[in-house]
């Protein structure tokens, strides 16, 4: 394959080379270039341009001059040579041998800097369990080349998703979700807010070819094949609601007493005010309890009778907390619809299901059958509700404890932002892959290039300029920071759709279906 030649090095130090651009090409951030020598290729990016000229900067002001405003035509007879475009370039890997190893070259003096082609990027190889992301980028143009992650590794050490709204945060979820449903080596849990990903109303996954890996459960008329939501509340335990509601230490003193006291009963004795042999409590910390435990879990007291009205039932829903970890275990998407539910009531349906997947998993570790369950991630957004520093000041919970410990036992989060700085910086340092869309604050972009698994000091304006759905992979499973392109989730159901629908005709041999 005949490459363009697109510049060359004049000058720099390691990781910052610089190079002139040729007159009749144009280079852009986050491009991919390539450096070739007789035994290796260095792989290069793009993360700076400059204006280059021989002319001063006084007589380049007076040439605009004269443009401007006398409007003088001033040529000149060797323009290309003289004024010019130069880029800052950074190594990101040596290849040698169809292999990628940790750059430690410099190119060559006046060496030739080209565009980038799909025999260079031999090395990146399609894993045994894939996590298809995107199509690799080089700027602006996507490469006909997929990238793949390492998916169980990269799942159970953490994926923190992060950019601005309007960046494509929810088409690149929506991509995951539908690239893994089937891949029996993951359990994901969606905690959905906007109804989105399972397609009720629109596509989703529900129109994929596995849609009977698809789980989706609802509060609200499920249409076919779906399941109504319901949890029976002799599932809650006090601890659940860490993370979920802000008590106070005798308020929760009280609820650990009355689940040691009554048991899976609990709830109920509280809301009646029932006693505690030989317990006294200050005056209102059981009252303000019942208080909040009936707006949460939107209950009503009639006389003697306990009125359900939500989700949380006492009669029902008994074995929906175990239904969901096995079918995690058995490596469905499972989506939780909780468009309908307060943010609290979010937060603590998604700590049940967390809960008895982790004490499941930690189970199976002690019990040496680990190693034969899926990875689970919990797919977590506007994740600075339970990882953030304000949220963790009142105590740990249960999705930091996994961000912290999960990893040991095969439980994951895929936790999603817009506002990364509000994560203390060692759970992001946990999170050892970034999918980094584009993000416009400082500050953001900032506690995202601090806790990265690479280098991306220089990539300040590349993160900045990022267009929807473009966006850099920073992962301990690859070999650089990846610029990839997200495929539009709409153009990915269409043509399942129609790979389904030739599957079928295939299927009716001889039968004219069209």
Known sequence: MVSIIKGQVISGEFGKILVRQKSDQQLELGELLISESRDNKILMQVFDLIYGSQISQQNLELISGLSLEENTDTEFFDKNLRNYMLAGLKNLVTIKDNKAFVSKLMPSFFSEVREITKDDLSFLTKPSNPLFIGNLRSGSKMLDVPIYLEGDKVLSHHILLAGTTG????????????????????????????????????SGLKDHKLNEKVVYYTPKNP?????????????????????????????????????????????????????????????????VVKRRLLYLLDLEIHGENIITKGIFDFNAGDSTINDIAKELEDGKVVIIDTSSFSGAVEILVGSLITTEVFNKYKYYKMDGALKDKPVISIVLEEAPRVLGKEALEHGQNIFSTIAREGRKFKVGLTAITQLPSLIPREILANMNTKIILGIEMKPERTAIIESASQDLSDDDRTIASLDIGEALISSNFSKFAIPVKIPDFEEIVKKGLEEKKETVKRDFTGIRLD
């Open 167 to 202: 960046r494509g945060k929810s088409n690149l979820i929506a991509n995951v979700l539908w690239n893994l449903v089937g891949e029996n080596y993951c359990g994901i849990l969606v905690l959905d807010p906007h109804d989105e990903y399972y397609g009720r109303n629109k």
């Open 223 to 287: 249409p076919v094949g779906a399941k109504t939501l319901k949890i029976n509340l002799h599932s809650i335990k006090p601890n659940h609601f860490d993370g979920v509601v802000d008590f106070s230490d005798a308020q929760q003193q009280a609820l650990i007493l009355y689940y040691k006291y009554f048991g899976t009963n609990w709830i109920k004795n509280i809301l009646f005010e029932r006693k505690i042999e030989g317990v006294s409590f200050v005056e209102q910390t059981i009252s």
